[in-house]
């Protein structure tokens, strides 16, 4: 069975500083990556999707994330966040051409201005 | 932005009562699922439905629970007796197709207390 390892319950960051959340998940067979944002009293976004082809994906307000097939990771990055990312973020995964995604536990991120 | 539509927002129940959360996916989209977030833990997925069927379901999903399209644009999870463990954020999502290619749209959830 899948499953989705996100490693910082809780960062907290203050603006302007460099993001990287990480992500690891564990299924032997080809899968469709995600990140999905959820901010406070709003539902879940994606936020950017690998389904083929580069492993560096780009997403929506500057966000992106690479996929390391080698080290079944794909970390989220934002060169420098703002105050308005503080947001819940999870990771989830797919098996390919799958329809049931799989969640990580999620990490809290809070940027201080 | 087309949105999915969940009601109520929040709904608490005695145990042992049937509850129906209610969700309006987005039109054109053919697959609906529900999952669901205890607090605290992680979002689990319960159940897809394709067809006027469900496609899949988890472990979690027992006799229990039941879905339904009933009319063409609303999509139904029904607890038939609720238990405390029940408790949680309900979240129903819909999609064009494949979630690996199109990805879900998710509606903002039914907080669900049972006392």
């Known amino acids: 069975a899948q499953s989705v390892s996100q490693h910082n319950h809780h960062v907290i960051l203050s603006e302007a500083a460099s993001l990287e959340l990480g992500c690891n998940y564990s299924y032997g067979g080809t899968v469709n990556l995600f990140w999905y944002v959820q901010y406070p009293g709003q539902h879940l976004q994606l936020l950017l999707k690998?389904?083929?082809?580069?492993?560096l994906v780009k997403g929506i307000k500057g966000f992106e994330a690479e996929f390391i097939k080698s080290k079944f990771s794909f970390n989220l990055r934002k060169p420098s966040v703002q105050w308005s990312d503080t947001a819940e973020y999870f990771c989830?995964?797919?098996?390919?051409?799958?329809?049931?995604?799989?969640f990580g536990a999620g990490t809290i991120l809070r940027v201080k201005s | 932005e087309p949105e999915v539509t969940q009601t109520p927002s929040h709904q608490v129940t005695q145990m042992g009562q049937e509850v129906i959360l209610r969700c309006v996916p987005i039109?054109?989209?053919?697959?609906f699922y529900w999952y669901r977030q205890i607090l605290g833990q992680k979002v689990e997925f319960l159940v897809s439905?394709?067809?006027?069927?469900?496609?899949?379901k988890s472990e979690i999903f027992d006799d229990q629970f039941s879905v339904e399209r009933p009319d063409g644009s609303n999509f139904t999870l029904k607890i038939r007796s609720t238990k405390l463990e029940d408790s949680a954020m309900y979240f129903c999502?819909?999609?064009?197709?494949?979630?690996?290619?199109?990805?879900?749209?998710f509606g903002s959830g039914t907080r669900l207390t049972v006392v």
């Open positions: 690998y389904f083929s082809g580069d492993p």
């Open positions: 039109s054109n989209h053919l697959y």
């Open positions: 989830a995964v797919t098996r390919e051409y799958g329809n049931k995604l799989v």
């Open positions: 439905f394709y067809n006027n069927e469900i496609s899949e």
């Open positions: 999502a819909s999609s064009l197709g494949r979630v690996a290619l199109y990805g879900y749209t």
